[in-house]
């Protein structure tokens, strides 16, 4: 894990470093982590980044909670294919990652926060319905009766207790379904993690929409 993530960890020291320096040594600190970056950022907290930097041992004491947003936290054996290479299996071993640990041992409040506003479907004219069984099938290994945010189904974006879930049924200010995200990645990515992606219409309700963070705001 360390090797494979170790862009996404140095990533995520350097803006803890910037928030000692900006707000000092005993700042609180709440982790948030959409998609990927949300088991990222247990990874991290679970000391799989096999880190011993200053900032990795102050970070330790100073993080409250931990936030997810549309995060997979697991890849099951019904998955037709694990998409992270073994890497989420390594982090859900880990029982240093586990929420009974975060949460009971080391007093961080973890939050994971998912939708269930889109179905998906293969025989379906809904352009979001089919793109989110083309993401579904393959994590879960099947489509019946699976929803999420059309891309993660809500089945694996949750953690076990203590860990608390936070299911997004819609934006409460506009009734809209709520998206994984708002943004399309492109090809160039591949190569390029950092390239910007195709921004989507402002109408387009994601976890960061207003209406939405509301939902989730208060697990901060």
Same mark, same amino acid.
């Given at each position: 894990?360390?090797?494979?993530?170790?862009?996404?960890?140095?990533?995520?020291?350097?803006?803890?470093?910037? &928030?000692?320096?900006?707000?000092?040594?005993?700042?609180?600190?709440?982790?948030?982590? *959409?998609? &990927?970056?949300?088991?990222?950022?247990?990874?991290?907290?679970?000391?799989?980044?096999?880190? /011993?930097?200053?900032?990795?041992?102050?970070?330790? *004491? @100073?993080?409250?909670?931990?936030?997810? #947003?549309?995060?997979? *936290?697991?890849?099951?054996?019904?998955? #037709?294919?694990?998409?992270?290479?073994?890497?989420? @299996?390594?982090?859900?071993?880990?029982?240093?990652?586990?929420?009974?640990? #975060?949460?009971?041992? @080391?007093?961080?409040?973890?939050?994971?926060?998912? +939708?269930? +506003?889109?179905?998906?479907?293969?025989?379906?004219?809904?352009?979001?319905? !089919?793109?989110?069984? /083309?993401?579904? !099938?393959? !994590?879960?290994? @099947?489509?019946?009766?699976?929803?999420?945010?059309? &891309?993660?189904?809500?089945?694996?974006?949750?953690?076990?207790?203590?860990?608390?879930?936070?299911?997004?049924?819609?934006?409460?200010?506009?009734?809209?379904?709520?998206? *994984?995200?708002?943004?399309?990645?492109?090809?160039?990515?591949?190569?390029?993690?950092? /390239?910007?992606?195709?921004?989507?219409?402002?109408?387009?309700?994601?976890?960061? /929409?207003?209406?939405?963070?509301?939902?989730?705001?208060?697990?901060?």
């Amino acid at each position: 894990v360390y090797k494979t993530l170790s862009w996404y960890f140095d990533a995520i020291e350097t803006g803890l470093a910037e &928030i000692f320096a900006n707000d000092g040594p005993d700042a609180e600190i709440c982790l948030m982590g *959409h998609s &990927i970056g949300g088991w990222v950022a247990r990874a991290y907290l679970g000391g799989l980044s096999r880190s /011993s930097t200053a900032v990795y041992q102050q970070a330790q *004491h @100073r993080i409250k909670s931990l936030v997810t #947003l549309g995060t997979p *936290h697991s890849s099951p054996e019904s998955a #037709l294919v694990d998409q992270t290479r073994g890497l989420l @299996r390594e982090v859900e071993e880990a029982a240093t990652c586990a929420p009974q640990t #975060l949460v009971e041992d @080391r007093g961080i409040r973890v939050t994971c926060v998912g +939708s269930n +506003s889109l179905e998906g479907k293969f025989l379906s004219t809904n352009v979001e319905e !089919l793109v989110a069984a /083309s993401s579904y !099938l393959p !994590l879960v290994g @099947r489509l019946d009766n699976v929803v999420g945010d059309g &891309i993660v189904p809500t089945e694996l974006a949750f953690l076990d207790s203590p860990a608390k879930a936070v299911m997004i049924e819609k934006c409460n200010l506009t009734g809209e379904k709520v998206r *994984h995200s708002h943004v399309l990645p492109t090809p160039w990515k591949l190569w390029d993690g950092a /390239s910007a992606s195709i921004s989507l219409p402002d109408n387009f309700c994601w976890y960061g /929409s207003e209406g939405v963070v509301s939902q989730w705001a208060s697990y901060i």
